[in-house]
């Protein structure tokens, strides 16, 4: 039933509510109260209670305040998704709501998460004519391109009697990426370029042959900085070598029975190229990503990975 329910809403980034979107239901609290205030009201007409027909009538009228402004706590608020970053695997993606509201008083107690961990939610408070972000936890079980499942947003301001919530399904979708291999090997021999000199084995630092110990009088530019500054040791790119040698990262390099465990290792290769700063390629299942370095092309090969 919950599934027709949430099939028949439309998957949009930006929602504005509505009555038309907007649900309410009496909680637990709210139930007690009524039938509290029935045995007031029974009271009071068998006993000629002045007393009980002025608590009687204060319940009854306080619970239908309190359910008014809980239906306009969500009323007229703008909800907007950000756009979802490409996250690890295991490492869980973060979503990032904006409330906008235009009402000239605050709205309260407002509390969104996903409808399948209802119990796992974040508050937040939307101050009156402004914005409020609210961020809420999803971790996909496996890698690949995920549809962000239905958000559900709630409040049960300002007594507690009634539950009012909306469901939401966001239109965007969250790209994440294999688990990197926790201590993978060295990265594997470069292959010579065509016609260049047969490849050379990994020093035995375990890095690429590009990359060596520094020497005295090797110039600045020549020493990986970044490397310098994470692990406290001065490395130098050897051109000569670099220009002989290509470094492919290929699934075969990997040495794994399981599929997934070589797209880890794999994972782990580019990360730990790009941290060296050398030219790499990728060729994983039909994809073939020429030599290059830099964001663009870690994300590109990442991607790739990811969606093979």
């Known amino acids: 039933m919950r599934r027709w329910w949430e099939a028949r809403l439309p998957r949009s980034d930006q929602l504005l509510l509505t ?34 027909y002025l608590l ?14 809980g239906h306009a706590t969500l009323r007229g608020l703008q909800l907007h998704l950000l756009p ?16 906008a509201s235009t009402r000239k008083t605050p709205r309260h107690a407002i509390a969104a998460s996903l409808v399948d961990t209802a119990r796992q939610q974040a508050f937040v408070d939307v101050p009156a004519g402004g914005r ?32 009012v919530w909306t469901l939401w399904r966001p239109a965007a979708q969250v ?43 090797d110039p600045l530019k020549l020493v990986v900085w970044k490397k310098a500054a994470k692990a406290g040791e001065l490395v130098s790119r050897d051109s000569q070598q670099a220009q002989r040698h290509e470094l492919w990262l290929d ?17 782990a290769w580019v990360l730990q190229a790009d941290r060296l700063e050398l030219e790499y390629g990728l060729r994983v299942r039909g994809v073939e990503l020429p030599p290059a370095s830099g964001e663009a092309h870690k994300r590109r090969c990442l991607e790739a990975l990811a969606l093979c």
């Not at 979802?84 to 409330?99: A, I, M």
């Not at 972000?133 to 009697?161: D, K, N, S, W, Y």
């Not at 084995?201 to 890095?207: C, F, I, L, V, Y």
């Open 251 to 267: 699934p075969a390099l990997a040495q794994l029975p399981d599929g997934e465990q070589r797209l880890a290792r794999l994972c």
């Open 56 to 69: 009687t009538f204060l319940l009854a009228g306080c619970a239908l305040v309190g359910m008014h402004m």
């Open 175 to 217: 790209l994440v990426y294999p688990q990197p291999e926790a201590h993978p090997p060295p990265l594997p021999a470069g292959e010579p370029r065509a016609g260049g000199a047969m490849a050379r084995q990994a020093a035995s630092t375990g890095e690429f042959d590009g990359v060596r110990a520094y020497r005295r009088g």
């Open 19 to 52: 009555q038309r979107n907007i649900y309410i239901l009496p909680t637990r609290a709210g139930l007690m109260l009524g039938a509290t205030v029935l045995l007031l009201l029974l009271a009071s007409i068998n006993y000629q209670l002045n007393l009980g």
């Open 132 to 163: 409020s972000q609210v961020h809420v936890a999803f971790a996909p079980a496996r890698r690949g391109l995920h549809a962000i499942p239905t958000l559900t947003l709630e409040t049960r301001f300002p007594m507690g009697a009634f539950r």
């Open 84 to 99: 979802p970053e490409p996250q690890f695997l295991g490492s869980g993606s973060t979503l990032t709501l904006e409330l």
